[in-house]
């Protein structure tokens, strides 16, 4: 049985989203596969849940869509604004940040 | 999931206040999504009836969708979000429209009303051509 994410991962998708369409232009089942992927199956997501974290990202502006038709059917192709760019930096900013606090928190426990 | 769990989601997606156009957005992007799963399955050899049921656990079932769709407040509709001022501004809304509501029927019905108009104009003509000879006839009979 897969491992369910532990309740501290809230804004973890939204900066992988962020991450994975700074590169190329994908739709929700390619990213939710890319996520896999990279992570190792580390972490998952419940596929469908990925889609209003991506049109919550759209309406703030991180995100831009386009509609495209492949093999007769039409999939819908995210990929990042400058705005979404602005927001990934902070956003990896902030997690390298917590996780080096992290990482130094468990590694000396004492000085805590 | 079946088309009938896909109307279900919609009809609750609609009736929790989320906007229509992210609904149908939603609707769209999941049933390609479990048609990539199903696809999925099915190419490593498993049975389509498996393959849909495998694709309906990674999906997710309504619950969960539901609820991934509801955490997005920014989703719903102005009208949810905003009821009291909904109530005074569609009704405004349709006052103003109303004078326009003829211009718009009339530019949608154009040939139908050129049509009649025509016929109209004929029929007076008509008319007015047999009063003329009806009086000719009096006068000069």
């Given at each position: 049985m897969a491992q369910s994410n532990p309740?501290?991962?809230?804004?973890v998708p939204e900066l992988l989203l962020l991450r994975l369409l700074d590169q190329q232009e994908m739709y929700g089942y390619e990213l939710v596969r890319s996520i896999r992927k990279v992570t190792g199956e580390a972490i998952s997501l419940g596929?469908?849940?990925i889609y209003p974290v991506l049109h919550s990202l759209e309406r703030n502006g991180s995100l831009k869509s386009r509609r495209k038709a492949v093999s007769g059917r039409t999939r819908v192709y995210y990929s990042l604004t400058r705005k979404g760019r602005d927001r990934l930096g902070k956003l990896q900013n902030d997690w390298l940040r917590i996780q080096g606090g992290i990482t130094t928190a468990l590694e000396n426990p004492s000085h805590a | 999931m079946r088309r009938r769990d896909f109307r279900e989601l919609e009809a609750r997606l609609l009736r929790n206040g989320i906007a229509p156009r992210h609904v149908k957005r939603t609707l769209v992007e999941l049933e390609d999504h479990y048609r990539d799963l199903v696809q999925e399955a099915t190419d490593t050899g498993v049975p389509v009836e498996d393959a849909r049921a495998r694709a309906a656990a990674r999906l997710g079932d309504i619950d969960s969708l539901m609820a991934g769709i509801l955490?997005?407040?920014?989703?719903?509709?102005w009208a949810y979000r905003h009821p009291r001022l909904a109530l005074f501004v569609y009704p405004l809304a349709c006052l103003l429209a109303l004078p326009a509501m003829p211009v718009i029927a009339g530019v949608d019905r154009a040939p139908e009303l050129a049509r009649w108009g025509a016929s109209f104009l004929l029929a007076g003509l008509f008319t007015a051509s047999m009063l003329l000879v009806l009086q000719l006839a009096i006068v000069f009979g």
């Open positions: 309740p501290f991962m809230s804004g596929e469908g849940v | 955490s997005c407040p920014e989703l719903r509709s």
